[in-house]
């Protein structure tokens, strides 16, 4: 049911008719601005772990969302670091984002972490993991698990998690300044929509 619902929650039309939202309860302002790299787009970022049972839940319902997103709209997915634990989930999430895979096995690493119970945070597990992907060339993706461009990406998502202020997931920040508190599904898509709303407005000129 909660599956279900969360499906619900992304593939309602965006033209819905959106309840008042109020600061402070169902968003929180963050402090500081952050930059954000969608250039006339608005970004969505979209904080998750594959570690969390709540994100897993969601996951598809999110994925189908994409394909279906404002053309106004650029969501990004960001792997959450909090310590050393979670650098090696980041690092998975990263060496797929890098080599092409995302789209292939990111749904298959979830479920493995969250059905098979596989410890991918581990390199020695998701090495093993990877070897029974169909098709994949598993030295060439472990010497991008070990580059210094997944170095690179899973540092600046811990900057991020850090600047963000990310405190739980799965968790939406829109255009660097707007995180949208935990709700229901169906007022969460009623807040995120208002907020596009809001940003666009001010783009414009009109608030």
């Known amino acids: ?25 169902d968003y929180l302002v963050l402090p500081k601005p952050h930059p954000v790299s969608s ?3 608005i970004e969505v970022a979209e904080f998750f772990s594959y570690p969390c049972r709540h994100c897993y839940a969601q996951d598809a319902a999110v994925s189908a969302w994409l394909k279906t997103q404002p053309a106004d709209v650029s969501v990004v997915r960001k792997h959450v670091v909090w310590g050393k634990p979670m650098e090696g989930y980041a690092r998975v999430f990263a060496t797929l984002n890098v080599s ?8 298959a690493a979830f479920r493995a972490v969250q059905h098979d119970k596989i410890n991918l945070g581990e390199a020695a597990e998701f090495e093993t993991w990877l070897r029974r992907q169909p098709g994949v060339d598993v030295a060439k993706t472990m010497a991008v698990y070990h580059s ?9 998502i811990a900057k ?4 963000y202020r990310v405190f739980s997931t799965p968790m939406l920040v829109v ?3 707007y995180a949208i508190a935990a709700a229901a599904p169906e007022r969460s898509r009623e807040v995120l929509d208002a907020l596009l709303a809001k940003v666009r407005a001010q783009r414009n000129g009109e608030v």
Do not use: I, N, S
């Open 160 to 163: 991020f998690t850090k600047d």
């Open 100 to 107: 092409g895979l995302m789209e292939r096995l990111h749904g």
């Open 175 to 177: 255009d660097g300044k």
């Open 1 to 25: 049911m909660r599956a279900f619902l969360l499906l619900c929650w992304f593939l309602l039309a965006l033209g819905a008719a959106q309840a008042q939202v109020v600061v402070g309860k």
């Open 39 to 41: 250039g006339d787009k």
């Open 148 to 156: 210094f461009a997944v170095k690179a990406q899973v540092e600046a």
